[in-house]
């Protein structure tokens, strides 16, 4: 009796373990989860990149590095400060249909950190969007005529506070981008990252 005991003991241990196993998450359903996550940044990123162009342009930097202060001439032409304003409104309201879409999105498996770091780090661009993005605008809208060396270190003390703010929270979400495909076992494609080194 003793020997047939720990057979079924065996048995209910083996199905319960096999139960387990099978209820684990695909891979596939993990990469589903993790392109939904990135499908709520990825618009956000692009409306950022068109106000960055735009504000560039509107100060004049040249790839090479020319310095600020060669801002052109007619940077406070109303045409362009209304395409700068649009392009911001634009970014902003897309930082907070991101945060609301990912506060509602669910967590994988139990599994909530590729969330909370998404949240984190449209969190804190909902803070850069309040405070930092209308300063530098600001400066942006100068015209040539009164624009001084102190406006240009406002301005490069500005968008190095912004990168490194978010670079901080990108970097987070990359580890936990990472770790999330680690445990679920698929491949993140790193041919077009989601999120741009700052």
């Excluded at 990469?31 to 950022?48: F, M």
């Excluded at 309201?93 to 909530?112: C, H, I, K, Y």
């Excluded at 190095?160 to 981008?177: A, G, H, M, P, Y």
């Amino acid at each position: 009796m003793g020997l047939l005991n720990k057979r079924i003991e065996f048995f209910i241990v083996f199905v319960a373990l096999a139960a387990l196993v099978s209820c684990k998450p695909s891979p596939k359903n993990a990469q589903r989860y993790y392109e939904n996550v990135t499908d709520i940044i990825e618009p956000l990123l692009q409306k950022e990149n068109n106000l960055i162009v735009l504000i560039n342009k509107e100060m004049g930097k040249a790839a090479s590095g020319a310095s600020v202060l060669e801002k052109p001439s007619d940077n406070s032409n109303a045409v362009a400060d209304k395409e700068l304003d649009d392009t911001f409104i634009a970014f902003k309201v897309q930082v907070e249909q991101a945060l609301s879409d990912a506060r509602r999105l669910e967590s994988f498996d139990g599994e909530t950190g590729l969330k909370d770091a998404l949240v984190k780090l449209l969190e804190e661009y909902q803070q850069i969007v309040s405070n930092e993005y209308p300063e530098i605008l600001k400066i942006v809208k100068i015209p040539s005529s009164v624009y001084t060396n102190e406006d240009d270190n406002k301005f490069i003390l500005l968008t190095e506070k912004v990168d490194d703010r978010l670079q901080e929270k990108i970097d987070n979400f990359t580890k936990e981008s990472k770790t999330f495909a680690m445990k679920y076992k698929f491949e993140i494609a790193t041919d077009n990252d989601t999120i741009p080194k700052k």
